[in-house]
């Protein structure tokens, strides 16, 4: 599979190449923004994509042009991932996109009129899951039904694939119902990620569709879900539980405060999940900041 | 004898090239439709199994598919270097085809659909055209040379 960094077409794929290992090694972003430098972002930092010391500046025809390209010349294979803002990219890797959007029926339908993309990276890190998992075993939290809660790009998505990989490699049943493709990271060429050998992929399901296909046809142990969001998601997730199927799913919060999200408080009420893991931004993403189990433990965590 | 039938099938060859090629396209454009509209299969997945399919067309919609696979070129820019490798074509062809390239994959399916067909139709008048035109140019050659032929062994004799 091609590295991320490549993916967009020259010239700006060789100003990518003339960059330092070390600043590539760390990058996370790239944006592209009209007629403004394109911008690379590591965790704490930012810079101009240059070429030859030039900052590179990208206009409305190179953003089309850009976008096409990213999606093999197939828009209409996208459409649904447009209308939701973003494309994602053989590798798992997501591409926001921001432009005009057409309404047709009171529905934004697509966007037009693109004026920025952003290329985000997805990390695959082995071996974060079975500290945590060992950690909550050991704090007593029973069953294997899990909500991670972080904001944006605490590494949400990383730990989730792992949990994958953890389980399946244990030998359990999974699936993953991957409406955004980016746990998996799959497409009609590559199997993506390393997700062992007892992975099922949902690709491109709504949650509550998938939730319920997978356990109708798919016979899985634990369902894995990304992003949380409505009560038919929620209906789903219950409908598995009632089955006797494990769910683990991710949640985008601010803190640790479910007063202070009602989504969040209503999944922790509903009685889901066993435990509840909250993941920060601070020193780096990743880290376990708060840890909630259904038992009433608050269970101690390291602190940064 | 043999040898003159045999140039003069030779010499009618381009022009009956013409005709095969447009229909092949007819029914390549037909084949994008379900590709595209349906399963929505990326494009270069989508015309490599028209590759398959048409093996006249192969060598072009190979070429399309390896210059999409450098990620220099758009679509357009692609067809139009694939199609310049074929001489059998005429410019109004040439232009439907890359017309219809320009367009494709940059829309929702529907508008794909719609396109497809527009071209497949305005294929299939200069295939029928093609094929009146030509075929009769073909055989008149194809006749004209084998009684060539002919006339030069009875000479001969």
Known sequence: MEPWLYLPPSPWRNAITELDPGVLRKLEEIRFRVDVPVMLYTDSSWMPLCHQGVPVISGADDIRRILSILVDHSLYARMEELRQGYITLPGGHRVGVAGRAVWQNGRIVTQTEITGLNIRYAHDISGIAAPLIERLRKWGVQGNSWLIAAPPRAGKTTLLRDLVRWFSHDGWRVVVVDERSEIAGANAEHRGFDLGYHADVLQGWSKPEGIITAIRTLGPDLIVVDELGGDEDLAALLQARHAGVEVIGTLHVRDATADLNPRLQRLWESQLFDAVVFLGRNPGPGLVTTMWSSRGLGIPVKKA | ?157
Do not use: H, N
């Not at chain 2, 092949?24 to 349906?38: E, Q, S």
């Not at chain 2, 008048?125 to 040379?145: F, G, T, V």
């Open chain 2, 1 to 157: 004898m043999i040898a003159a039938v045999w140039l003069g099938r030779a010499v009618a060859r381009p022009f009956r090239r013409r005709v095969q090629l447009l229909d092949a396209w007819v029914k390549c454009v037909g084949f994008l439709v379900p590709a595209i509209v349906w399963r929505q299969a990326a494009l270069s997945q989508a015309f490599q199994e028209a590759s398959i399919t048409y093996p006249i067309l192969g060598p072009q919609l190979r070429t399309v598919v390896k210059l999409l696979a450098t990620r220099a070129v758009d679509i357009s820019q692609a067809f139009a270097q694939s199609l310049a490798e074929e001489s059998a074509l005429r410019p109004r062809e040439r232009e439907v085809l890359t017309d219809m390239a320009a367009k494709l994959g940059s829309s929702a399916p529907d508008y794909q659909k719609e396109m497809l067909r527009t071209t497949e139709m305005l294929l299939k008048e200069l295939a029928s055209e093609a094929r009146k035109e030509d075929l009769k140019q073909a055989r008149l050659l194809e006749s004209l040379i084998s009684l060539s032929g002919v006339a030069l062994v009875i000479l001969l004799l």
